[in-house]
């Protein structure tokens, strides 16, 4: 009863029916309102309190928190351009890929992990490694949540998924190295193995990932995003795996394994990570980015031992290193269950955010739609620029597959990202606005 009644309550908040700064009614009123026990309303409060729908003020009440409820919202879905209007929220609708929603985070258990590790005594020398209590912790996380079984001497705290790809690129790569990234792909990665010299060769892939028939040889490290590849949406098939294995096994070549958006599938239980099909030949990448926020600054790197003894070297020379009070925070995080608990949350408000877009969006072509973050929605390379410029000019933020192609050309499409908005009601409103610039070809 306490879990139907959070989700009443959510979805008023979401909806614009508990508006912003709204007082709720003392959980003993609610209760006899309702002819359930005080128990139950107040166990729905505290959850709402814990993902931060609710804030208490002092000798005054509970209220709905001050920027997570929309404004009110007519319910029945906009077809003309005119109700679309209507409906979009007042400011920016980030719909843009690779943002998570914050608004989600355990208030209570993220205030207190940074509150613990604030305490830590400052360091003199700090170990390239990462504080060794994390480095436990998250080896015991991975190889429960993405089955990634490596040693804590395999294990290097970074400051994210980029920075230890960075530190890869220094320890593996010579000046004129041929390195492959995805085509279209994460930018990010080309720029990082570009600006360490190597030469960056395009690798095309198609609705379920890498084509890994296409890859050259003569490559020294190819990058790849295979739980759900950034930005067309495929999940690599475990054929294609092995073959990608096989192929750099063959080459004496690294694969650098992002593994974005690896914990939020919605069809199946998540694939393992592709380091556990070969821990010698990948390095595997993680991040609190997607799963927490960009903020706290940690990712981590997993490898062979042998080398990541060489990255950690490396490091030191580069004076390269990870604050360590968000490294002891993220430990607390893990060792007392809350990251554990965030995960499972966050996999279902994205599986009901995916939803609220497939259903938005019905009647276009959608891929990638079955794990993530974003899915991709098929329309014309010139249509697709008119909608996000048209978008813009309604304060909806979307962009085209065109933003992640390193080459010339493009392929055609729009990527619709989920994590950013701030909650359903404005997810669907922006998608709304999205299918009617289709519908016009704009």
Known sequence: MSA???GQLRTAMGEGRLAAGERLPASRALAALLGVSRTVVTEAYEQLYAEGWLEGRHGSGTYVTEGVAAPPMPRPRPVEARSVKRAAAPHEIDLRAGLPWVGALDTPAWRRAWRLASGMAPQQRQDPHGLPGLRAALADYVRRSRGVACPVDGLLITRGATNGLDLLAATVLRPGDRVGVEEPGYRRAHAVLAGRGAEVVPCPVDEHGLIVDALPDGLRLVHTTPSHQFPMGGVLPVPRRQALLAWARRNGALVAEDDYDGEFRYDVAPLPALYGLDPDVVVYLGTTAK????DMGVGWLAGRPALVKEIALRREELND???????????????????????????????????VVVRALDGLVLRGDTAGMHLVVDVPAPVAAGVERAAAERSVLVETLRHHHAGPLGAPGLV???????????LRAGCEIVRELVGTGR
């Open 416 to 426: 619709i990202g989920y994590g950013a908005a701030a909650n359903p009601a404005e």
């Open 321 to 355: 290193r990870t604050a360590v009070v968000p490294q002891d925070a993220l430990r607390l995080l893990l060792e007392r269950g809350d990251l554990d608990r965030h995960v499972r949350r966050m996999r279902g408000e994205y599986a009901r955010r995916r939803d």
């Open 4 to 6: 139907q009644l959070v």
């Open 291 to 294: 799963i927490l926020t960009a």
